[in-house]
């Protein structure tokens, strides 16, 4: 009886040792994976899910996430506008819940429609646009073009379309100054 007892005692030892490995080895992996974890790859996960975003100088815009790329996500908002936001101006967002899709994932081609190219698509369709900028301020009119790190805006009222006598100036904007692209 004695001996029985001794090894059910080292047994139950040895299976609380297994299950604290197991656990520690769960937690672990849990941390790696979520430092492998980018803001896009949180985002991707939400797309078609009602979003809160904070933007620095133009407040916090509230809508359905519709797109995401590499370095931007396309949020329609409530009036039928869409708004482009390089993911480098975002404070921060809510209503994102604990999924993530998986690092990566994106596929080459979806991983090379950075912000640029978002912006060269407004500008190809010679779409009006308001643009947010960092220090508070907004700039309306059509993107002529899209360099590596700037654009060119032609300012003009969004309500006109593009035209010769409309523009006033046209201003060459650094990406980095952008903090929402608002169509329309």
């Not at 519709?66 to 039928?80: C, E, F, K, M, N």
């Not at 708004?83 to 921060?92: F, H, Q």
């Not at 700037?150 to 035209?163: K, T």
């Amino acid at each position: 009886m004695r001996w029985v007892r001794l090894f059910d005692d080292l047994e139950g030892q040895l299976e609380a040792a297994e299950v604290a490995e197991l656990q520690a080895e769960v937690a672990d992996r849990s941390r790696r994976e979520a430092a492998r974890l980018r803001l896009v790859d949180r985002l991707r996960a939400h797309a078609g899910a009602e979003l809160s975003v904070d933007l620095p100088g133009a407040g916090t815009l509230h809508g359905r996430l519709a797109r995401v790329g590499p370095d931007w996500l396309l949020l329609a908002v409530p009036t039928g506008a869409e708004v482009l936001v390089p993911l480098g101006a975002l404070l921060g967002a809510r209503g994102l819940t604990g999924r993530a899709a998986f690092p990566e994932s994106e596929g080459v081609v979806a991983s090379r429609l950075d912000l640029r190219y978002a912006l060269r698509l407004l500008a190809r369709d010679r779409v009006a646009v308001t643009i947010a900028l960092s220090d508070g301020s907004s700039v309306a009119g059509t993107i002529d073009r899209v360099g590596m790190d700037f654009l060119d805006l032609a300012e003009h009222p969004v309500a006109e379309p593009r035209r010769q006598g409309a523009v006033w100036a046209i201003r060459a904007i650094p990406l980095g100054a952008l903090v929402a692209v608002r169509g329309g």
